[in-house]
C-alpha cells in the first residue's frame, strides 16, 4: 500500500511561494489517481487539487484557482504542489492522498484510502 510522504511546508509571508512534494518511497504512483487535500485548525479537511494516474486531467478548488499548479514529477512516485501568491487563509496542515483508477479522479476525501502524515504551510500577513 501507498505511504506518502510530504515536505516542503514552513512559514511564508503574505505572496510568497511554496513547493510541497509528496513522495511514496520505493513505490510507483503510476496506477494511482493522486490529490492535495487541507485542514485548517478547528475546519474539515478540505480538497486543494488534484491529478489523474497519467496527469491528463487536473482539478482544483476555486480558493486555489490560477495560483497553485499540481503536477507529477519524472519520478514515477512523485507528485507537487507549486503555491504562489499565498494568502494567510491558505494556512493549514497539506495531506498528499492516492486513489486507485477503479474510479475517476475525485474532490471527495472519503474516496482516497492512502494519506501522508501531512506538512504544516503557515502564511503571514
Known amino acids: 500500500q501507498p505511504q506518502p510522504v510530504e515536505s516542503g511546508g514552513g512559514l511564508v509571508q503574505a505572496g510568497d511561494s511554496l513547493r510541497l512534494s509528496c513522495v511514496v518511497p520505493g513505490r510507483s504512483l503510476s496506477t494511482y489517481h493522486l490529490a492535495w487535500f487541507r485542514q485548517a485548525p478547528g475546519k474539515e479537511r478540505e480538497f486543494v487539487a488534484g491529478?489523474?494516474?497519467?496527469?491528463?486531467?487536473?482539478d482544483y478548488s476555486d480558493s486555489v484557482k490560477g495560483r497553485f499548479t499540481i503536477s507529477r514529477g519524472n519520478a514515477k512516485n512523485t507528485m507537487y504542489l507549486q503555491m504562489n501568491s499565498l494568502k494567510p487563509e491558505d494556512t493549514a496542515v497539506y495531506y498528499c492522498?492516492?486513489?486507485?483508477?477503479?474510479?475517476?479522479?475525485?474532490?471527495?476525501?472519503?474516496?482516497?484510502?492512502?494519506w501522508g502524515q501531512g506538512t504544516q504551510v503557515t502564511v503571514s500577513s
Open positions: 492522498a492516492a486513489k486507485t483508477t477503479v474510479s475517476g479522479l475525485s474532490s471527495s476525501k472519503t474516496v482516497y484510502p492512502y
Open positions: 491529478v489523474s494516474w497519467n496527469g491528463a486531467i487536473t
